[in-house]
């Protein structure tokens, strides 16, 4: 490890030591084991703060020593390098705490976006329909403004909360601030780390909400590889196009390079098909960019995130 890796593993000791075990710390830890693709060399350390107050003290630790550090959700939209991180890699998955005042429900950028849909329709929310079965966390989804189905997080979010990590202080901004897009929000410009969202939402009838999830999850589970591990779509829209039915126009469904494939039942989708490497992944996507270009005379874009 470098010298000042050293020195935020003996502050996080420290920390630990005089408050309790607020920070989980793993030395050289697989980050395969931490992202849906199964894919990534190992972090020289990662580190799992337990609660928000123990992230802004981490945040603290990271610039006094001035680690390389990355944030990491689910690591459902991330492909980390073979040769893995050099740096800390922080998960945010224990950050999941979630209240409802009226129709406002705000969860922590940990929590599963799933599970957070699942909550607002315990609470007979509707607003969050579309999130059942997207494999990312809160602030993931925030963060790129996920959506499907007609729905996406610039519809609902009401505001959001982060550390600016630069100055470490804490602030609010409200929907027109995030400046979102097509998969963009202003925290993919910044160096602000998502704390907690909150979202907008309706009352609705639990059970008609019930329906409306339980229907978006079988269209994934019959449309979609989800047995295989995999990074969700890889391409973002091409403006009038439909990138996947590109893909399969090519004839790439099934294209397969060492454990990495076009998925055969959605082309949208690269899968592990079983010890898949991060120079697979992305010769393929290279491979699937260069076919399209050449055959439809489009540059589709990868919305994964390539980290190394």
Known sequence: MTDNLTKLAGLIENYNQTCGEKIKIEYNEPLSRHTTFRIGGNSD????????EALTQLCAMIKETDARAYFLGNGSNVLFDDEGFCGVVVILTALRDVTCEGNVITADAGMSFTALAARARDYSLTGLEFA??????????????????????????????????DDMTVHTISLTEHNFGYR????????????SASFELKPGNKDEISEVMNDFMNRRVTKQPLEYPSAGSVFKRYPGRYTGQMIDEAGLKGFTIGGAQVSEKHAGFIINIGGATCADVRNLIKHIQDVILEKFGCAIECEVIYVK
């Open 184 to 195: 963009d929000s202003i925290y993919k410009h910044t160096n602000r780390l998502i704390l």
């Open 45 to 52: 350390l990662l580190v799992i703060p337990q609660s928000v």
């Open 132 to 165: 059942y079965g997207i494999p990312g966390s809160v602030g993931g989804a925030v963060f790129m403004n996920a959506g499907a189905y007609n729905g996406e997080v610039a519809f609902v979010l009401k505001e959001s909360t982060y550390l600016d990590l």
